[in-house]
């Protein structure tokens, strides 16, 4: 079975870091690319960042960019999100998921195929 599971939120101070950890099986990994989502109670999802492991590029949406960093351990089949400078408004509930080979429905909001549990992250003003 496909699985996706997102590790590594918490509770943190403004201005710091936490290290999220998005860990795949039953896919071929290295053929799809790996976005990061985040949900409030009451809010529409959010595209955060995307992966595409095939050529190495990254999304990153406005309010994320030069604070949050995708990267990929293709041989653990894991991908990271390391978010510095976190922010109250960062806070939710941040799921990882899988979609073939680029990062289109992770920028456009389409429908993406595989879906992983959340970890919840809370930025403390």
């Known amino acids: 079975d496909v699985q996706l599971q997102a590790s590594g939120g918490g509770l943190v101070q403004a201005g710091g870091s936490l290290r999220l950890s998005c860990e795949a099986s039953?896919?071929?990994?290295?053929?799809?690319?790996i976005g990061w989502f985040r949900q409030v109670p009451g809010k529409e999802r959010e595209g955060v960042s995307c992966i595409n492991k095939r050529d190495g590029s990254t999304y990153y949406a406005d309010p994320v960019k030069g604070r949050f960093t995708i990267s990929s351990d293709n041989a653990k089949n894991t991908v990271y999100l390391q978010m510095n400078s976190l922010k109250p408004e960062d806070s939710a509930l941040y799921y990882c998921?899988?979609?073939?080979?680029?990062?289109?429905?992770?920028?456009?909001?389409?429908?993406?195929?595989?879906w992983g549990e959340g970890t919840l992250v809370t930025v403390s003003s």
């Open positions: 039953g896919f071929s990994f290295d053929d799809y690319a």
């Open positions: 998921a899988a979609e073939l080979y680029n990062c289109l429905n992770t920028v456009t909001g389409g429908a993406m195929p595989y």
